[in-house]
């Protein structure tokens, strides 16, 4: 609702409530426009004041709302009927105003921000644009390219960067709202001509046309086939070119598009997704809200390889003392001058003081003995992990949390060599791990939910995505990793080259493909992995045995480069070459396509023309097959951990929702209908058989994603 009331004998106060963020849903449409008309036709009212209760302005359009019929007062006559009032109307800007809540600022005749609000367009997050006129009158407020910045990012800006812009006219350090209808009272009597933002005429830009196309450009490149960025552009184009109403009109085509758009639809849902994991939940009904953590003042970091440097770093841009522990001299050595380096380079660029006297280095595990937790960040070797987790054991105080940041391993093996095994969980990091935003926070069989409580907490003081999840082998994005590699290996023996692999993953929105990727991280990290697994055959082996291993398909090619030094990257060969070693520039490599061929004629295979449909058909099923398997095994609590997983952690294009939500929208039949007719075809490929889950959610009718929980509940009694 909006409530109204008379304050200081003439100011008309319009109060948005609507918690927790006081989002634009009918109720509150409806009570703004009743307490406009009041404030209009109430004599004793001179001026009037919009302000947002407990602290915040407004969140924007209600999002839960699009998808339904949308009943109540449309936006854009609302901020018009403001706009046009002979009153003046101040907005007093508390905490933010995001997407329709700024619109709704720009209706008014003056905005008055709290030196702690943001504000922000974020539309573009959600797969739209600001379409209650925020593409029209922002531009005409604070110039285009100004207003093609904040538009196109989405991102929030402070109240001070927002007066540098003329965003708005003055900054409060107190109360807001009282400043804000003491401002109102000055300005009564004054002309409101010039206040009226949708009369302005956009500030002219040199070369319009070439800004816009370069703009255009830049985007195309950056957005990875999302059309909401594209159609932001469109609409200031339509600002800065065309009459104020014929704008709003190209505004509101534009919007008309994106939103009952797929990529609309999966974007919102990322939004709330995002919310969704941070109230994790266990298997045996430990949850979020349940579960208390314990505060941490002193946390060490225990091997300063690239993983451990990065989440010293993190740890003490956070704020935390780290005692950062190497035991070897030059690891030691340089690990000192890399992490000075990092947290310069971090303060440089968020303008605070780099946060060098944070960090305690040592080459003595000793050191450790008072901090309330460690991660563990050697080198992925089950046997030296259980060594150094005997170690911590026996230095650390106790009740000191234990978390490793292994990738693939079992935890419970690591919680085993310690006393308090309640107190073991995985924090698995993503290189590089100051800058990448995920974190799997991973619980074993006898982790406490104290110590998950402890680890998401952590995560998000760190500013982190932290999702919860079972323990087995990769956990949820590496074990999930696993089948969409296989057959991208097994696209390559068929007739494929990495070219083609890769276009068609990038066409769908990934960073990169997936050899691309290899050449990144390093081919020869998996072979080291395959080889401890018993994998790896000198020559890739010879026979019938070449190209199966432990009775299942698989393809020694990742194998077989390495043999010849190829490394990726850092040796500037890998499935690409580039111009010298550490080079990031790939370059189709003739070697590799002679490679592949010599390889498929001495294993009598035949190439045939593979397409892009075919290329994300067996990657992408094959990985959601196992997203499924994860979910009837428990790992992950729903499809929302697993696809946050993959949006922040794996390059998947946000766009199109996470693996999980992409099932979805392409339909489940279809997706098991595709895995039945490829696992035919690949009898000796054990993750392209459709799971029982898939089996029975499709047998159940396909609900939609929103009550897979629900169904996975009835499945998991069934199964
Ligand atoms: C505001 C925040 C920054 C606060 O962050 P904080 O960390 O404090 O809190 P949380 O993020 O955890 O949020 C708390 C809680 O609130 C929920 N929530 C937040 N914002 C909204 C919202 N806008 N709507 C609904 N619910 C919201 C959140 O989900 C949490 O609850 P949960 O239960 O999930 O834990 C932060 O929350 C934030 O960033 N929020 C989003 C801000 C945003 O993106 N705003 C823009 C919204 S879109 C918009 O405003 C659109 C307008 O420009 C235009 C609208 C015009 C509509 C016209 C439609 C016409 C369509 C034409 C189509 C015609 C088709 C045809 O022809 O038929």
Redesign the pocket.
Known sequence: MAQYSLVSGSVGLITLKNP??N??GAVVRHGIVDSVEKALSDPKVKSVVICGQNG?FC??????E?GTD?KGP??IPMFHSLEAANKPVVAAIEG?A????L?LALGCHYRIAHSKA?VG???V??G?????A?SQRLPRLIGVPAALNLITT?R?ITAAEALQLGLVDQVADHNTVDTAVKFAQSVVGKSLDSRRISNFQCPPVPNVDVLFEEVMQKIRQTSRGAIAPIACVQAVRAAATLPYKDGLQKE?EL??TL??SGQARSLQYC??AQ??VSRWSMPNGASWDTSKGRPIHKAAVIGLGTMGRGIAVALAQTGFSVVAVETQEKQFMDAKKAVAGMLERGAKRSGKVAAHDKIIYSQNLQAIADVDLVIEAVFEDMALKKRVFRQLSDVCKPGTFLCTNTSTLDIDQMAAETRQPELVVGMHFFAPAHVMKLLEVVYGPRSSPEAVAVAMQLGKKMGKVSVAVGNCRGFVGNRMLKPYRDQAYFLLEEGATPELIDQALEEFGFAMGAFKVYDLSGLDVGWKVRKEEGLVLPGGGSGKSARIRQGVRYSPLGDLMCEEGRFGQKTGRGWYQYDKPGSRDAKPDPWVHRFLEDYRARHGLVARRISNQEVLERCLYAMINEGFRILEDGIAAGPEDIDIIYVFGYGWPRHRGGPMFYANMVGLPIVLERLEHFAQANPDVPTLQPCNLLRKLVASGSPPISKWREAMKNVHSQL
């Open positions: 927790p963020v989002a634009l915040m969140g924007g359009a209600d999002i839960k699009f949308m449309p936006l933010g995001f997407g329709g809540g619109e943001k367009l974020p539309e997050t959600l739209l644009l600001p379409a209650a925020g989405g929030h509101k919007m008309a939103f009952t939004f709330f919310r969704v």
